[in-house]
């Protein structure tokens, strides 16, 4: 019960940062998960739930308010089922994995209520600021955080308090081994999500062959990431250094069609 | 809106860090489907309005004007736009700082988003990840302290800075800066995930086929069968050609017909199970001993 309270705090604790200081980045699974585990007293565990979770969400972040994969109540939850599991180390790592995935992407589906209720405090808001009242202004603001909590605390208080020992133990006999077989290839190409997301917002059609560049680094000439980092930076800096000044922005170049286009801004 | 009174009050350092830190422990709290960051941004620029518009009516105006349609990069974007809304605001300027919000939240989303998320937040937490995976405590304390410190300090930075700039920011950003800065970031991303995508997506197919070879040697001709990888004749085409593949599928999902982020998850969870149930593909070989 007390371990199932204080993971309830850790995710509102999680979802609060991002949404305020940002200073842990408390949302991702590698840090949700590694909080959980020094909560169930399994720091290794938190550590490599998070972790692995944590490579499968790389670059999937919230582009404009759409609705990705609630990957810090998996991690959570995924940690705190597995350390009440059996088996050695790697057996529980795969049983976090294997809860801890799919409980991300079906408790996806509570973000949009916990996005869309402080809606109606943004109307009570309206009303206290045509009125100038400052109090109203800023309790509207700190309650519509309230869905926010509500929607990534109830399942993870739920999941810690249901999940006691001998009810993990028979779900992890019930999980037959293709489907941790699966789990693993799912864990290892769910980055190709992330990437794609990532392209998605990204000039593509314009610097495609700065793909083929960072392909080539790795696949063909074996160099480390953070290699292929300093060379990008580097092309970075002489691709802006090159480039004509005039090439850049919104404005076209003056042509001397046009008189009026050689005064200085 | 621009009938508004001038302001009258005088804004100083103690408005200003008041504002900063409103913005800091709760910008994105109230975020809704509706206006977005809207309460966020009205919530930070109250304590500044209340000084500059002693007179009430002009006060509720000004937080009435704050609490429209906001939304861009928490960390990269809103404490430049918030910064450079409060210039305005004690310049008696209230449309330049309607203005400056809509014309710099789109395009500084699209910055914060593919410097901060896509390409140092993948950068920090690949390495901080690898590092918990071989039970190393510093992996998640080297994501915090890399994240805690340079975010709040470009966060403090943008705000002032964008304060003191004031009406020369729409200026200082026009000069093609930022577009150079944005230039640079997507193409160092790019070389970035050029990189990435071969080193962390994994999946290779374990079919193999038949060959079967007819041999002469010194003890005469014999037919020798000789299982064969099909990974091996794809390594032999395209190093890493399924990850490559996979994720390249996954774009074109998302770019042509604009799936859901949400659904092009369930997509891959769903083959993943799948197929690697079924044994046919999985995240690398088997070793296999020589010979």
Same mark, same amino acid.
């Given at each position: 019960m007390v371990t199932a309270i204080l993971l309830t705090i850790w995710a509102i604790i999680c979802i609060f940062d991002i949404l305020?200081? %940002?200073?842990?980045?408390?949302?991702?699974p590698l840090i949700a998960g590694t909080g959980a585990g020094l909560i169930v007293g399994d720091l290794n565990l938190g550590m490599a739930v998070g972790a692995t979770l944590e490579l499968t969400a790389l670059g999937v972040y919230t582009y404009g308010g759409a609705t990705i994969p609630d990957y810090q109540t998996g991690a959570i939850i995924g940690t705190a089922l597995a350390a009440a599991g059996a088996g050695d180390f790697a057996a529980k790592t795969a049983t976090g994995l294997a809860i801890g995935l799919p409980a991300a992407v079906l408790l996806a589906s509570l973000d949009p209520i916990g996005r869309f209720l402080p809606t109606f405090w943004i109307h009570r808001a309206d009303g206290y600021a045509a009125e100038g009242n400052s109090g109203g202004l800023s309790l509207m603001h700190w309650t519509a955080f309230i869905p926010w909590a509500a929607v990534r605390a109830i399942p993870t208080f739920l999941a810690a308090l249901a999940g006691s020992t001998a009810t993990v133990q028979n779900l992890q006999n019930a999980i037959p081994k293709g489907f941790v077989d699966g789990m693993t290839l799912v864990g290892a190409i769910l980055p190709a999500v992330g990437f794609a997301m990532l392209l998605k917002i990204m000039p593509v059609g314009r610097y495609w062959y700065m793909l083929l560049i960072g392909f080539v680094l790795f696949?063909?000439?074996?160099?480390?990431l953070l290699g292929i980092a300093l060379f990008g930076l580097a092309i970075a800096f002489l691709f802006e250094t090159l480039r004509?000044? %005039?090439?850049?922005?919104?404005a076209p170049p003056p042509t001397p069609a046009s008189p009026v286009s050689g005064e200085a801004v | 809106m621009t009938t508004t009174n001038a302001p009258t009050g005088k804004l100083e350092r103690r408005d200003l860090l008041a504002s900063f830190w409103r913005y800091f422990w709760s910008?994105?709290?109230?975020?809704?489907?509706?206006?977005?960051q809207a309460l966020g941004f009205a919530y930070a620029m109250e304590p500044v309005l209340r000084k500059l518009f002693p007179n009430d009516a002009d006060y509720e105006a000004a937080l009435e004007r704050h609490l429209v349609f906001f939304n861009t990069?928490?960390?990269?974007g809103a404490p430049l736009i918030i910064g450079s809304a409060i210039a305005m605001e004690e310049a008696g300027a209230p449309a330049s700082a309607e203005g400056v919000k809509i014309a710099l939240m789109g395009p500084l989303a699209g910055v914060g988003d593919t410097i901060i998320w896509a390409l140092y937040n993948s950068i920090i937490f690949t390495i901080g990840a690898s590092l918990a995976l071989q039970q190393n405590v510093l992996g998640p304390i080297f994501v915090i302290v890399f994240v805690a410190i340079p975010y709040t300090v470009a966060r403090y930075w943008q705000f002032m800075w964008a304060y003191s700039q004031g009406r020369s920011l729409a200026t200082s950003l026009a000069s093609g800066a930022l577009e150079r800065v944005t230039e640079g970031a997507t193409i160092l991303g790019l070389i970035v995930i050029g990189g990435f995508i071969p080193s962390i997506v994994h999946i290779v197919t374990t079919f193999d086929y038949q060959q079967t070879l007819t041999v002469t040697g010194p003890t005469g001709t014999q037919q020798v069968t000789n299982k064969v990888p099909v990974q091996t004749q794809l390594d032999a085409i395209l190093p890493f050609m399924l990850p490559v593949l996979l994720t390249a599928l996954v774009y074109w999902l998302l770019k042509r017909y604009n799936l859901n982020p949400l659904w092009a998850i369930a997509v891959v969870f769903v083959f993943g199970i799948i197929v690697g149930w079924l044994g046919w593909f999985a995240p690398a070989l088997p070793v296999v001993a020589a010979k």
């Open positions: 305020g200081p %940002t200073v842990i980045m408390g949302f991702r696949a063909y000439l074996k160099v480390p004509p000044r %005039t090439a850049v922005g919104s | 910008f994105q709290i109230s975020w809704n489907y509706e206006r977005m990069n928490p960390v990269v």
